[in-house]
């Protein structure tokens, strides 16, 4: 008998590393779609992810049969996003279009399904070595490079690598259980090492993702004390992302912004304009035109402005494809994985995920990414959010379960 238990456990102790392991190389692969000479591979990945939530949500709504109510408008608001950007085909009927809300239902798909991964499946220990090994080889990699100063390791550009790098850091961050000071030096090595790549990526947008993590990380036990205040810092945060994506491109002719440029070239070397206020003022302009429902479910800058160049901000991208009402519904849905957040505020790893997912919101200001464009970095951004979605309710039950 002993025997036996001890094979099944052993069995079971395999299958836990082997899930862990594909789990997590899973989502290093897919930044290979950034590449120039492995894209295939981190294409086929992407697919492969997709697929596999998109079924693995299924199967758990077939076998539960029921929902939580308390996740009803999480569900509800996903798929208006969804039938938003369907709408969005009728505005321009072209095969770009199908193809695009097909992506975004396969997204917000594998999103719900992320939601339902079994958590207890999962050896914390090893995705914490497997991200670092990776960051550690990327660090031996920029030494043997000659240490370029903007760094994109195995990604198409800096930028992307730096993004990659940031939500691939806050993913060690969600499953590294310290348990003691030296389990606390230990992770210090690598997040010092992601720290330097970051830097290293040269990417501005990066370090305000992770500004802004530290920033509501810390302030987290002083807002998350009451709803209302809760909810005030996550609509102060939204107000200053549309504020900003607003004025950006008046600042430059304004004396304010000569100033800003001046200050943040004589601190950073770089200036404050990085040429996104001209493909921002076009498409505010542009968007003004069509504000209600945009432009199509397809809809690209290059086809609408001069430029032709990306948006460089997800909000305009979306705005310019589906109008404020694809935006309104983007709002409402993370306002309500931000309250849903909240029924679990106790949890440290809930603290990390919220902190994280304001990271996101501020990312998106200035890349394009999460639904289209940047694959690779969307699916480490859904799987983040997902993730806050699904220790919440494993939070919840486990509360009904000691009331019962």
């Known amino acids: 008998m002993n025997i036996k238990k001890e094979n099944v456990n052993s069995k079971e102790k395999s299958m836990f590393i082997i899930s862990t392991f594909l789990f997590i190389t899973s989502f290093l692969l897919i930044g290979l779609n950034n590449s120039k000479e492995f894209s295939n591979i981190g294409f086929i990945m992407i697919g492969v992810l997709l697929v596999f939530y998109f079924c693995f949500f299924l199967l758990n709504i077939v076998k539960r049969k029921y929902i939580l109510k308390k996740e009803k408008w999480i569900f509800l608001l996903s798929f208006l996003y969804v039938m938003v950007y369907f709408s969005g085909i ?13 992506q975004v239902l396969m997204v917000v798909l594998f999103f719900l399904g992320v939601t339902y991964i079994p958590l207890n499946k999962i050896n914390e220990r090893i995705v914490f070595v497997i991200i670092s090994g990776f960051l550690f080889f990327h660090l031996f990699w920029w030494i043997t490079q000659g240490f370029p100063s903007s760094f994109k390791g195995a990604v ?4 992307s690598f730096g993004g990659y790098i940031v939500f691939l850091l806050g993913i060690m961050f969600i499953f590294y259980k310290a348990k003691s000071k030296k389990s606390i030096f230990i992770v210090t090595i690598p997040t010092l090492i992601g720290i330097c790549l970051l830097f290293l990526s040269g990417s501005r947008s990066v370090l305000l993702v992770a500004l802004t993590f530290l920033i509501t990380y810390y302030l987290w036990p002083i807002f998350a004390k009451k709803r209302l205040i809760f909810n005030a810092y996550f609509i102060v945060l939204t107000g200053i992302i549309f504020i900003f994506t607003y004025i950006y491109p008046k600042l430059s002719t304004l004396s304010i912004g000569k100033d800003l440029n001046n200050y943040s070239f004589k601190y950073t070397g770089k200036t404050f304009f990085s040429g996104r206020q001209y493909i921002w003022g076009d498409l505010i302009n542009v968007i003004d035109e069509k504000l209600l429902w945009g432009y199509g479910s397809a809809a690209s800058p290059s086809s609408l402005v001069a430029s032709g160049l990306s948006a460089h901000n997800f909000y305009l991208q979306t705005a310019l494809q589906v109008g404020f009402l694809g935006i309104s519904v983007l709002f409402l849905l993370f306002l309500s994985v931000w309250n849903y957040l909240y029924l679990a505020k106790l949890h440290s790893k809930v603290r990390i995920i919220g902190s994280l997912f304001l990271g996101v919101l501020v990312y998106l200001v200035f890349e ?32 009904a379960e000691i009331k019962v």
């Open 90 to 102: 009728f505005v321009d009927i072209n095969m770009a279009s199908i193809t695009n809300v097909i």
């Open 156 to 159: 198409a550009n800096p930028n």
């Open 368 to 399: 394009v990414s999460l639904t289209q464009n940047n694959l690779a970095i969307a699916l480490l951004q859904w799987l983040i959010i997902g993730l806050g979605v699904n220790y919440t309710r494993k939070s919840l039950l486990s509360k």
